[in-house]
Each structure stands twice: as C-alpha cells, then as structure tokens.
C-alpha cells in the first residue's frame, strides 16, 4: 500500500492511498472514517486507489471547517484522480461514500466509466436508516441521534481509545450482530483497531455535514451501474438503494445477507461484482466504439 499526500481546491492536505501492482483503475470513494483495512479483498488490488476524509487518518482538517460538504468531498476526489493522472475509471462508494461516488458521476459523467454502490443510500442519508422505526422520523431521529453523539464525541475519546482490540473483542462483535460472523477476524482487528481511534466529535461532525445531502436524482446516470445492499444493514435499507437506481438502463443490483459492513462480511462476492462491472463496462465502451466508427453497421 503506497501512501502520498495531495493538496485538494482549499489547501487542505489529503492523503491518498493506493494499492500496489498493475490493474485498470478504479476509485473507492470512502465512507466517513474508513480506511484500507474495510476492503480485505481489494487492498492488494493494483489500480484501486482512495482516500482518508478531511481531518481524519492523516488528511488534516481544512483551515475553514465548514468545508465538509459533498463539493468539498467530490472535489478531494478529483484532486486524487488528477494525481494520479486518471481521466475516466469505475469508481466505488461504500457507505456515505456512494453520495461521493453518485455525486461525482452526475457532475463529471466524463471521468465515471461504471459505478459500484454498496451498503449505502444516494443522499438523505439518514432517510435511509433504522428500518424499524416509521420512514416519516427516520431523518429526524437519525439527525438527533448523530447530534447527541457529536456531543459526547470526548467521551468516547476517552473510553474508544482506551478499547484494546483483542481476539475477544473481535469475537463480539462478530457474534452480537454488529457484525457478521462471515467476517474475517483478522480482518475486523485491523478495521476496528484503526477506526476507534478517530476524534469523534469530528467523526460525527463529518457525518452530519454529509448527511445534509438530499436524495439525489440518478436519473442522468448512463453508465453501468450496481448496487450491492445488506438484507440485514439497518444504516442503509435496500429500498433506500433500489429505488433511486430502479429506472437506470444499465442497473444492476444484489441482496446479500450481510450487514452495512458487507465489504468486510464478503469481500470475495465483492471482487467478483468488481470485475464484472468492469467487464460490463468494456463491453460499452465496445459497443460505442464500434457504434461510431466510420463505415460501421451501425454507424451507416
């Protein structure tokens, strides 16, 4: 894993990070606070590379904090495609982050070539949490809830921090249904052990700067497109998914039984949704090739 760092529209520096070895690019717009360590399957994937969100995990906060908002995210994430000198990719969004990734796509059609949502709505954010509460205060508890949190973010400094990530730990949370049994437990040690580091006054100050976000219109959206939801995720229910994406031309989506950290609970299904969006994706550009290419069937 190679890491840099980058100077995105504000002067904030972000830090990016990408795999090592040869493979066609793809782009993972992250989820608030995630890092490498949540994707087991692709971090030894050449061509896949991200990013830490502002303020956290080596990117430093902006100057100006109120820069947070999804301009500034979609903005970070073409400031890490121009570094690398990508013009046109898949891109990934897991969690919040497929609110980058959908935003990106609708603002730069040209740089998006496919789009691979998982475990994570298009917008409204919070609309899409906590299925088992009526959809009409959905938002305003999420909101709420969120809030409070922020509120209590020293707290949680104090004891998070203070958590010692052990072969125990990991075992509850694997078998008390945070997250599912599937889950490597190598893998959640090195995921959880890096996330309960965060500030998390900050943590949920992002989360409710991006959560702002109202339900995005894909309706532009012409690229080869899949979703993959969690039957049991309740930050992200699958109709929070599916319906925004349900008249797309190129819509591809699939239901595991996993929870919203499905990129840890099945990483190999994960992959395999991977190449075959980008399979997907060079049949189109094929096809468009061949569509206008001078003396083509289809182009006379």
Request: charged fraction near 20%; aromatic fraction near 6%; hydrophobic fraction near 40%.
């Amino acid at each position: 894993m190679r890491e840099h760092d980058v100077i995105s529209w504000d002067g904030t520096k972000i830090r990016t990070w990408q795999a090592s070895g040869e493979g066609p690019p793809v782009l993972l717009c992250p989820g608030v606070g995630s890092g490498p360590e949540s994707w087991p399957s692709l971090t030894d994937r050449g061509g896949l590379l991200s990013w830490y969100m502002r303020g956290t995990m080596g990117s430093d906060r902006p100057v100006d904090e109120r820069n947070i908002s999804l301009d500034d995210h979609v903005s970070d994430a073409l400031a890490v495609l121009d570094d690398a000198g990508v013009e046109r990719c898949v891109v990934m969004g897991w969690s919040m982050g497929v609110t980058i990734a959908a935003e990106l796509a609708l603002r730069h059609p040209e740089r998006v070539a496919g789009l691979l949502l998982v475990a994570g709505a298009p917008g409204d954010s919070f609309d899409a949490m906590l299925p088992v509460i009526p959809k009409n205060v959905r938002r305003l508890v999420g909101t709420l809830g969120t809030r409070m949190l922020k509120q209590a973010g020293p707290l949680l400094d104090s004891v998070l921090h203070r958590v010692p990530v052990t072969d125990l730990t990991t075992f509850l949370l694997r078998h008390t249904g945070v997250i599912k049994p599937s889950s490597d437990p190598e893998a959640v040690t090195q995921a959880v052990s890096r996330f309960l580091q965060h500030d998390w006054r900050w943590y949920f100050t992002l989360a409710l700067a991006l959560g702002e976000t109202r339900r995005q219109d894909l309706s532009p959206i012409v690229c080869p497109v899949t979703l993959l939801a969690g039957r049991d995720d309740v930050l992200a229910t699958t109709e929070s998914m599916s319906g925004p994406v349900g008249k797309l031309p190129q819509a591809r989506l699939r239901v595991l039984p996993c929870s919203h950290y499905l990129p840890l609970e099945a990483p190999e299904t994960v992959s395999a949704e991977l190449d075959l969006l980008l399979d997907r994706v060079r049949a189109v550009d094929f096809a468009t090739s061949e569509a206008f290419t001078p003396g083509s069937r289809s182009h006379t």
